[in-house]
């Protein structure tokens, strides 16, 4: 087989820095400027919240979320400013862990985001696990 692997395109970015986000009710960003692994075909913004395909194709995205302590808020993956079906974790109680894994068909220029949303609170990502995690990678 030749050509590029598409699985040469990924990223993976945490927060284990401890931040404390200003959640609002439409969302935020939550930055991952720690462990950085990115590939080619994928870039990252300057304030480590928005991550890039070049390429379309189908991608594995897989999140995790750990916080000081539980909340009402909920979690997501956004596409170009969009919340991603799949990927939304709503609890009915107070939760201080989210996670999600999906395998989404994204269009080349898709800006990938994870977020936190749906209560105005200050969430202070855990020290002691990984406070967020995202992984990207192309499958196809």
Do not use: D, E, W
């Not at 189908?58 to 808020?73: C, E, H, Q, S």
């Not at 201080?96 to 080349?108: D, K, M, Q, Y």
Request: hydrophobic share 45%.
């Amino acid at each position: 087989m030749t050509g590029v692997s598409t699985t040469a395109t990924y990223a993976f970015a945490n927060n284990t820095s401890g931040t404390a986000i200003s959640v609002l009710l439409g969302g935020t960003n939550i930055p991952l400027p720690n462990n950085q692994n990115i590939g080619t075909g994928i870039t990252v913004s300057g304030g480590n919240t928005v991550f890039t395909v070049a390429n379309a194709g189908n991608y594995y995205i897989a999140y995790t979320i750990n916080l000081t302590a539980g909340l009402l808020v909920s979690s997501r993956i956004t596409v170009n400013g969009s919340p991603l079906a799949g990927t939304i974790n709503s609890p009915a109680v107070a939760t201080g862990s989210f996670s999600a894994p999906i395998i989404v068909n994204l269009p080349a220029g898709a800006a990938v985001s994870l977020q936190l949303f749906g209560l105005v609170a200050i969430a202070t990502l855990s020290t002691t696990t990984p406070g967020a995690t995202l992984t990207i990678i192309r499958l196809s």
